[in-house]
Every structure is written in C-alpha cells, then in structure tokens.
C-alpha cells in the first residue's frame, strides 16, 4: 500500500509528492507506523493533559483558597509590622526627647553649681583679702567660732 | 447582540478547539517532552491570542499557528543551548518509550514487535535530523503538510523545504537499512 493511500482523506494532499519523495514499500511502510505511533502517543498525552486540566478546578479552589489565605496573612503582617514600626518610632523619640530634657537639665544643674561655687570662692577671696589692720579681729573671730 | 469583541473571541475559542491537538503533536514530536509540548501549546495559543486581531488570514489559521509554534521551539531550543550548564535534566523521554505507542492494528505479536522496532528506527533517525529537517520532516509525515504550507510555515523556499527532507528521508531510509 502505499503512503498516500493510506490516508483517505489526505490523498489530494499528498498528490502534490515529489518525484525526490518516491518511498520504497519499506520505508513508506516505517512512515506510516511512525506516523500512527506519533499520533496515539499524542493523543494519550493529549487526553491526560485534558484529565489533568479538568480535574484542576478542585486544586485550583484550593489554591484560591491559600492564596487567600497567604494574602491575608501577609496583609495583617504588613499592617501589624507598620503599627510596630511606628510604634517603635514613637517610643524612641519619647525616650530621644526625655534623654534630652535630663541632659539639659543637667547641664544647667552644673551651671548654677559652677556658678555658686565661683561666687563661694570669691567671696572666700574678698574675705581673705581684709586689710591687715583687721587681721587680729578676724582671727578672735575665728577662734571663737572654733569654741 | 453580540459585538465585535465577542465575535473575536468566539472565533480564537473555536481555533483553539480545532487547531490545540495538532499543535501539541507537532510540539511533542519535535521535543520527545510532554510537559514541555504542553507549556509550548499554551504558549503558542497565548502569543496567537495577543495576535489573533493582526491575523488577516493570508495563509491558514493553520500554518500561522504552526509557524508560531516552530518559532517558540526554536527559541526553546537556542534558550536551552545558552543555559544548558543551568538545566541537566533532560525530560525528553527516551527512544523506546517513544516507540512503545502503536496503534492495534497489528495482526500477530511478532508484525507489533517488527513495527515497534521501524518505529525506533525512525525515532533514532529524526533524532539524528537538524533542527530544520526534523521539523519539515514532522511537517510533512506527521502532519501531513503539502511543500507549499511546510514552505510558509517554516519561512523557507519550497527548493530548501524539498532538500531538508530528502536529506531527512534518507536519512531515515540508511537506518533502517542498516538492520535489513
């Protein structure tokens, strides 16, 4: 038999064979159970594909479903991390704010006892320097501050 | 009443329906890959689909979807050459499983066993074929495709399609000489 009649329906079409295309009975034979071989193998691919794909609205709920799931999660995770995040902010600048007030008000603390010391010392300064006409009063003053 | 754009989808949907079969056999054929047949068929389908409004049918719905298709392949293929060293598993099934798939026809175990071995024959053969004759060789005996179309499917001259395959054609006769 050969190629072209084989196939009923494609005789025309192979009508328009070349003289190059002339097949021994062999190899017209070996094309035509290739050809066969081809198109159950595809036809089984095809089918199970088809299984798979028709039995996908199953799986695909459940993707669905997690997707939802993953989406939701990921969402309330976004929105907790963004309340924590400016949580956090406002607690640093709170304690930003509170380690500045401390600072200043200890550097005006050291001020005024800077200042108080430097007014002790000169007082201390003026009262040493009396005239030496009063040294011997302020010495029984002194001495009876002592007492 | 329905308009233009429901039309046009109703026309792709019905294309898919009639053409996806071929289009996966080609594919599968040409790659030995279900899976990948499958994902190239989507392909083809989708990249039709984003062209289906520029298709002004100046050759067969047919031959356009098959040029598409042979187009994705050969990427596939020039990607897969590029980025071999990424993806060692090869998914193509072997030659005997390839072989296995006859129809029941045979009239004794012996013709089927006979037939089984032709068929890997071949298989051997078109795996030993370039790129260009195996597809013009699927084209025409697989397919069924007259020179003309296989000519526009492919984007060769009819003189180059009819040398791919009878380079392809006796290549395919020597092996299965070689177990005369």
């Not at chain 1, 021994?24 to 081809?38: I, K």
Request: charged share 30%; net charge neutral.
């Amino acid at each position: 038999m050969r190629f072209k009649d084989k196939f009923g329906g494609k005789q025309a079409r192979l009508e328009g064979q070349t003289e190059d295309e002339t097949l021994d009975p062999m190899l017209e034979q070996a094309l035509v159970e290739f050809r066969s071989s081809v198109l159950a193998w595809s036809d089984a691919a095809y089918q199970r594909s088809r299984t798979v794909l028709a039995a996908s609205p199953r799986r695909q709920v459940w993707r669905l479903a997690a997707g939802w799931a993953l989406g939701c999660a990921l969402l309330a995770g976004g929105v907790s991390g963004g309340l924590n995040v400016r949580h956090h902010r406002q607690e640093m600048a709170r304690i930003a704010a509170a380690h500045e007030a401390e600072q200043r008000r200890l550097v005006a603390e050291q001020r005024a006892r800077e200042e108080e010391d430097l007014l002790a010392k000169v007082d201390s300064d003026v009262s040493r320097e009396v005239p030496s006409a009063m040294e011997p009063l302020a010495q029984l003053m002194a001495e009876d501050e002592t007492r | 009443m329905a308009t233009a754009d429901e039309n046009a989808a109703q026309e792709f949907s019905s294309l898919v329906a009639s053409h996806r079969p071929q289009i996966f056999r080609f594919l599968l054929a040409s790659t030995r890959d279900v899976d990948l047949a499958e994902t190239l068929t989507q392909e083809c389908f989708l990249k039709a689909h984003r062209n289906w409004s520029s298709f002004r049918g100046e050759s067969s719905a047919m031959t356009w979807l098959m040029r598409i298709a042979i187009n994705l392949q050969k990427d596939h293929w020039r990607n897969r050459r590029i980025q071999f060293w990424r993806r060692t598993r090869n998914n193509s099934v072997d030659l005997d499983e390839a072989s296995e798939w006859l129809p029941s026809g045979e009239s004794s175990a012996e013709q089927g066993v006979l037939a089984k071995e032709r068929v890997g024959q071949v298989w051997k053969a078109v795996e030993g074929l370039s790129e260009r004759q195996r597809t013009v060789f699927l084209l025409r005996y697989v397919e069924e495709q007259e020179l003309s179309e296989i000519a526009q499917a492919t984007g060769l001259r009819e003189g180059t399609v009819k040398a791919h395959l009878s380079r392809a054609v006796a290549r395919v006769r020597t092996e299965l000489g070689g177990t005369r």
